[in-house]
């Protein structure tokens, strides 16, 4: 499904990915671990198009065996990517419902399959009893599923999640996990940045290590399970 080859990207004279190449097969749900600084929120900004504001990048990238190397992110978005950033983009003035109904819903001309409003309240109850609310009164949890709901409305077949439980508390956590496994379920592919190793272990079926730009190691999820205690120690958390 997502096939990339050589993939390097520069900020300026800094060099922040190194000749990654990685696959993820369809239905699969994949981690990318790795230290601060790592280069993870990188390679998601590069599979999205959206590294050109920053620097200059060499490589392939394909998806469903095109290659999407040089289009524009709304062209990516169109063939099925969904990318939910870290900073999670709320409309702070606009009720959960304007947030929802904001964004452009792809038609299925391209194979999506958008989500009507009422499957997203169902997937999201948490989120249907606060229809009303205002952006900036939604706690971090709920702005998670938000933004999350927002991409997922939009019909994306490979879903790119930046450090989704980052400041959430457990019960938020074990949601986005069902949430993460019920998409996947409904055919949607799952590429994750997660620091949580033990959340990463819990919902993906692999996972790649990411150092200094590059890929260092592709583990198995019983890898990381056996290897859990040493990553945490690695990842310094
Ligand atoms: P984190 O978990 O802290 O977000 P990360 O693994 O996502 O880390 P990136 O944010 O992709 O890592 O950063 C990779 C490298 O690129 C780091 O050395 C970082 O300092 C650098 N970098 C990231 N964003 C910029 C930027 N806007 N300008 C210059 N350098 C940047």
Redesign the pocket.
């Known amino acids: 499904m997502l096939r990339i080859d050589g993939l390097s990207a520069w900020?300026?004279e800094?060099q922040?990915l190194r000749e990654v190449s990685m696959r993820v097969e369809p239905g699969e749900i994949v981690t990318l671990v790795?230290?601060?600084?790592?280069?993870?929120?990188?390679?998601q900004?590069c599979l999205m198009g959206l590294h050109a504001a920053?620097?200059g990048t060499e490589g392939t990238i394909e998806l469903f065996g095109e290659d999407i190397t040089r289009l524009p992110p709304h062209a990516r978005a169109r063939r099925g990517l969904g990318y939910v950033p870290?900073d999670r983009g709320i409309f702070a003035t606009l009720s959960v419902e304007e947030n929802l109904t904001l964004a452009p819903v792809l038609r299925s001309a391209d194979g999506l399959e958008p989500w009507p409003l009422e499957r997203v309240y169902e997937t999201f109850p948490h989120l249907a009893e606060r229809r009303r609310a205002p952006g900036s009164t939604l706690s971090g949890g709920e702005q998670q599923m938000l933004v999350l709901a927002r991409v997922l409305r939009m019909g994306a077949r490979l879903l790119l999640c930046?450090?989704p439980t980052e400041g959430l508390s457990p019960l938020f956590v074990r949601r986005i996990g069902e949430i993460l496994r019920e998409v996947r379920a409904a055919g949607t592919t799952v590429l994750l940045?997660e620091?949580n190793v033990h959340f990463a272990a819990a919902v993906a079926d692999r996972h790649y290590l990411?150092a200094e730009?590059r890929i260092v190691e592709s583990l198995s999820r019983d890898q990381v399970r056996e290897r859990e205690h040493q990553l945490l120690e690695y990842l310094g958390i």
């Open positions: 900020y300026g800094a922040a790795g230290r601060n600084g790592a280069g993870k929120t990188t390679l900004r920053y620097g870290d930046d450090e940045v620091q990411l730009g």
